[in-house]
């Protein structure tokens, strides 16, 4: 009986990292998805009005699945012709997400990620 607790406690101490490295990851791709949506919504906000200056896009994404607990989301409008849109990481996912940190789409494309893995390993 003793041995099979032994083989169980060892396999879960093995799974659950791997486990919660999985959740992370998701959480990330979400948050990356919404990024995505977001910078699409201003580049159909700049198609119509020619300057970024006024855009707001409020997301679903933002609020759905809490994604709210997870990531916080903001919109910097530099000038009429440049924005920046961030996922700054909350609560565990900050604590869990090292590698990445906060991700960033800019008006030109541009792709960062504030942690030690950059932008090549999280996007």
Request: net charge positive; hydrophobic share 35%; charged share 10%.
């Amino acid at each position: 009986m003793m041995i099979v607790v032994a083989i169980i406690g060892i396999l879960a101490a093995i799974a659950y990292p791997s486990y919660t490295q999985y959740v992370v990851r998701s959480h990330r791709a979400a948050a990356k998805a919404c990024l995505s949506e977001q910078a699409q919504l201003m580049e159909r906000y700049y198609t119509t009005h020619m300057n970024y200056t006024g855009a707001s896009p409020t997301l679903a994404c933002q609020t759905e699945s809490g994604m709210a607990t997870r990531y916080q989301f903001t919109t910097d409008i530099a000038s009429a012709r440049s924005y920046t849109v961030t996922a700054t990481p909350l609560g565990t996912q900050l604590s869990q997400d090292r590698q990445c940190g906060a991700l960033s789409i800019d008006s030109q494309g541009g792709k960062t990620a504030s942690g030690s893995g950059g932008a090549a390993a999280c996007w």
